[in-house]
């Protein structure tokens, strides 16, 4: 049986290290953009370092997005997709970018519904993540759909996508393999395997 009252005390102590410390805390002292495109802008920071000495960092600003679990029969739902920045086929869970002040839930739903046509009558937040957090601002939120019926997909114009559906074991060994490599993928197939084995 899962202890609510263990989790809550380890996120405490996890969260007594994320404290500020001033022997690491570098001091932004001003930053410009240097570029801007469609999706993300890239600003030049410059930092204060905690020896007093000044950097220079490379950061891209970016809206963030929502990404959704489905799990059905003990498979869950990916879409299969080219990738030009990698060259290859990917395996991803169904995502998009947040529109501007969008509600992340909507997001999520929408870029379900639009992906798969599936339709989550309930939406649960799972996990947050920063994929390149050592040079980007970019938040992920994972979210978990429960209550799933099927409706039509509406694919933006220049999206082709093919939705499979995969059994966890089978996802959980291509990730072990190297085979699926995005992380907000991996970060959710992790959670509906670990959601699995709790429930067992």
Not at 155 to 181: K, N, T
């Amino acid at each position: 049986m899962h202890n609510a009252s263990s989790d809550k005390a380890a996120v405490e102590r996890i969260e007594k290290l994320l404290t500020d410390d001033p022997s690491l805390v570098e001091k932004p002292c001003g930053s410009s953009r240097v570029w801007q495109g469609k999706i993300f802008g890239v600003d030049q920071i410059e930092v204060e370092l905690p020896d007093g000495t000044h950097a220079l960092r490379e950061v891209m600003r970016h809206r963030g997005g929502c990404c959704v679990v489905v799990v059905r029969n003990e498979k869950i739902c990916l879409v299969r997709q080219w990738r030009v920045a990698v060259g290859r086929m990917t395996l991803e869970l169904p995502a998009g970018k947040l529109d501007p002040d969008e509600d992340p839930v909507l997001c999520a739903q929408r870029e379900l519904r639009e992906e798969t046509g599936l339709i989550a009558r309930r939406i649960e937040p799972v996990i947050l993540s920063r994929g390149v957090i050592g040079c980007s601002d970019e938040l992920t939120r994972i979210f978990r759909a429960y209550d799933v019926v099927e409706g039509e997909a509406h694919l933006d114009d220049e999206e082709f996508v093919d939705v499979v559906w995969v059994s966890i074991a089978d996802a959980l060994a291509a990730i072990h393999a190297g085979v699926i490599q995005d992380s907000k993928t991996i970060l959710g197939i992790l959670s509906a395997a670990l959601e699995a084995e709790r429930s067992k």
